[in-house]
Structure formats: C-alpha cells, structure tokens
C-alpha cells in the first residue's frame, strides 16, 4: 500500500492542524494504522493508532486527550486532528499501515510508510 501524508504546516503554539493520510494500492481496510513523529535529533515516535474498524484507538502520553486520530475507509484515508499545540509537538509526522485488529506502539510493527509531513509551532 501506497502512503501520502499531508496537511503539515506552520501553527501557533494553541492552534490545530488536520493531518490526512492518503492510501492507495491494497485494501485499506485490511491495516490498522498509525501516526509516528520524528522531531530534530530525536527517534521517531508513536503518536497514534487505530485499527482498522476504527473501533480501538491508542495515543501516546504526550498527545492524549489535544489529538484525535479517526479514519473513513470509504476514502482510504486516515486524520490526525491536533489541538492546543505546543512547541514540543513540532517534527516531521509520518503516517504507516500495520496490523489490522491491533494497535501497536512499535515502528517494527509497520510495514508501509508514508513520506512524513512537517508540522511546525512557533510560539
């Protein structure tokens, strides 16, 4: 499967962004998927998943209860809704297709990525 992220951008610290991720090629019904991060210097992260009824969600710490991640398989494309942003959040984010019953955490556990997106927030 196919993978492109977009929707990046420069916010300020409080604002919102939409991310959309783009599938194409297999069954995008048949993957969970998940959101990772990677910010300057840093291991890239996981930020969210879903699996893929979207009936089971999973988020990081960091983003609980300011990101919402949300899919329409009719569309194969997967959100990430982020509120309240804050400097921290800034960093490449990078959607990924993986299991399909269960979210996992684990990079290891994504077999698709996508190209990643920038976000930035300024303050």
């Known amino acids: 499967v196919q993978l492109q992220a977009y929707g990046g951008g420069l916010v300020q610290a409080g604002g919102s962004l939409r991310l959309s991720c783009a599938a194409s090629?297999?069954?995008?019904?048949?993957?969970?998927m998940g959101w990772f991060r990677q910010a300057p210097g840093k291991e890239r992260e996981f930020v969210a998943g879903?699996?893929?009824?979207?009936?089971?969600?999973c988020y990081a710490d960091s983003v609980k209860g300011r990101f919402t991640i949300s899919r329409d398989n009719a569309k194969n494309t997967v959100y990430l809704q982020m509120n309240s942003l804050k400097l921290e959040d800034t960093a490449v984010y990078y959607c990924?297709?993986?299991?399909?019953?269960?979210?996992?955490?684990?990079?290891?556990?994504?077999?698709?990525w996508g190209q990643g997106t920038l976000v930035t927030v300024s303050s």
């Open positions: 990924a297709a993986g299991r399909k019953y269960a979210v996992s955490r684990s990079r290891l556990e994504y077999d698709y």
């Open positions: 090629g297999r069954t995008f019904s048949g993957y969970g």
């Open positions: 879903i699996v893929w009824s979207g009936g089971s969600t």
